[in-house]
């Protein structure tokens, strides 16, 4: 079991900057890609970014050019650097920790979210 905690997340100006960080509870987690998703009231929870292990990463059409996320793995921890933030980007962000082993079963953690505001 892996537990996510998610920090950073407020209420923020339309062209502010935040930083959301996700602590993880495991000793191996740089086996897991680690992803942040965000959910907005009366929507359907959305990819925002993944990062590999390795440190690869992929983001949504919505934050390319204006999030970047990274990780530390000697720190078990995961960051979303969030600038030229707009108001449709207010959400609650999830941490989540995917892991898929050599008999194709996944592991699949999420944390308890963090509220992003943006407005003025």
């Known amino acids: 079991q892996v537990q996510l905690v998610e920090s950073g997340g407020g209420l923020v100006q339309p062209g502010g900057s935040l930083r959301l960080s996700c602590a993880a509870s495991t000793s191996i987690f740089s086996i897991y890609t680690m992803g942040w998703y965000r959910q907005a009231p009366g929507k359907q929870r959305e990819l925002v970014a993944t990062i590999t292990g390795g440190g690869s990463t992929n983001y949504a059409d919505s934050g390319k050019g204006r999030f970047t996320t990274s990780r530390d793995n000697a720190k078990n921890k995961m960051y979303l650097q969030m600038n030229s933030l707009k108001p449709e980007d207010t959400a609650v962000y999830y941490c989540?920790?995917?892991?898929?082993?050599?008999?194709?079963?996944?592991?699949?953690?999420w944390g308890q979210g963090t509220q992003v505001t943006v407005s003025s």
């Open positions: 989540n920790a995917k892991y898929t082993d050599a008999t194709i079963f996944t592991y699949n953690y």
